[in-house]
């Protein structure tokens, strides 16, 4: 919004100097008009007047058009031009400032977590971008048995391997892939996650392995920042 009134007021500042150049030469024009004297019509052969958008044949013989008409002319087709493109710049620029993400959106693209603060064998949920976000520090065990899984049993092969970066932790996101509902951590068969809506077990690595929901849990973009104490997602 900041950026919008900024560009407002400058096409506003703009469009006033272009009104006032106009204004301040038509001024000046019509008081060389004032001071000028009049060129009289030309005669036909009958002594008649005639304008220059009469008949008379001889053109050469017409008097020139009037000099301060085609400057005031030309000025007012000059500065309906510059006022259209100031127009056009104006709303180009608006245009691309309301493609740019707001503070707030900006901050909320990321989410910073501690991770300090959670256990071993628990799990936090987060939220980020309206989404709940599981964050689980997994013990040895955890990590040696999601290891050993056999991916080939498994209904959306994937290694433990490539859907973490560091084994202690696994980040996925808290939407169950069946019909969207947030599924409970640390429970079901397999000591995952479970979705009581309609029984979808998932392991400590957010794979499916009993249920309705076709796809393992969504991995969301994140990195470990000072030194691994802190996780960044989005």
Same mark, same amino acid.
């Given at each position: 919004?900041?950026?919008?009134?900024?560009?407002?007021?400058?096409?506003?500042?703009?469009?006033?100097?272009?009104?006032?150049?106009?204004?301040? %030469?038509?001024?000046?024009?019509?008081?060389?008009?004032? $001071?000028?004297?009049?060129?009289?019509?030309?005669?036909?052969?009958?002594?008649?007047?005639?304008?220059? $958008?009469?008949?008379?044949?001889?053109?050469?013989?017409?008097?020139?058009?009037? %000099?301060?008409?085609?400057? /005031?002319?030309?000025?007012?087709? +000059?500065?309906?031009?510059?006022?259209?493109?100031?127009?056009?710049?104006?709303?180009?620029?608006? /245009?691309?400032?309301?493609?740019?993400?707001?503070?707030?959106?900006?901050? #909320?693209?990321? #989410?910073?977590?501690? $991770?300090?603060?959670?256990?071993?064998?628990?799990?936090?949920?987060?939220?980020?971008?309206?989404?709940?976000? /599981?964050?689980?520090?997994?013990?040895?065990?955890?990590?040696?048995?999601?290891?050993?899984?056999?991916?080939?049993?498994?209904?959306?092969?994937?290694?433990?391997?490539?859907?973490?970066?560091?084994?202690?932790? #696994?980040?996925? $996101? +808290?939407?169950?892939?069946?019909?969207?509902?947030?599924?409970?951590?640390?429970?079901?068969?397999? %000591?995952?996650?479970?979705?009581?809506?309609?029984?979808?077990?998932?392991?400590?690595? +957010?794979?499916?392995?009993?249920?309705?929901?076709?796809?393992?849990?969504?991995?969301?973009?994140?990195? /470990?920042?000072?030194?691994?104490?802190?996780?960044?997602?989005?």
């Amino acid at each position: 919004v900041y950026q919008q009134d900024i560009v407002a007021h400058i096409a506003r500042k703009e469009m006033l100097f272009a009104r006032n150049t106009i204004l301040r %030469q038509s001024r000046q024009i019509g008081a060389r008009r004032v $001071l000028s004297t009049s060129t009289a019509l030309p005669k036909n052969e009958n002594g008649e007047y005639v304008d220059n $958008l009469g008949t008379y044949e001889n053109y050469d013989d017409l008097a020139p058009g009037d %000099q301060d008409k085609r400057e /005031f002319t030309y000025l007012v087709l +000059g500065g309906a031009r510059f006022m259209y493109a100031s127009a056009v710049r104006l709303t180009v620029m608006k /245009f691309v400032a309301s493609m740019s993400a707001s503070a707030d959106v900006l901050a #909320l693209a990321s #989410l910073e977590v501690d $991770l300090d603060k959670i256990d071993m064998g628990s799990t936090a949920t987060v939220k980020w971008r309206g989404k709940p976000v /599981f964050v689980r520090h997994r013990t040895d065990k955890e990590i040696a048995t999601e290891a050993n899984v056999e991916v080939g049993s498994l209904r959306d092969p994937e290694t433990d391997q490539v859907r973490v970066q560091d084994p202690r932790w #696994l980040v996925a $996101l +808290g939407v169950c892939t069946h019909l969207g509902c947030v599924p409970i951590a640390n429970a079901g068969e397999y %000591q995952g996650f479970f979705c009581p809506c309609h029984g979808s077990h998932y392991d400590s690595s +957010g794979r499916i392995r009993k249920g309705p929901a076709p796809l393992n849990l969504e991995i969301p973009p994140y990195k /470990f920042i000072e030194g691994g104490a802190k996780l960044l997602i989005g």
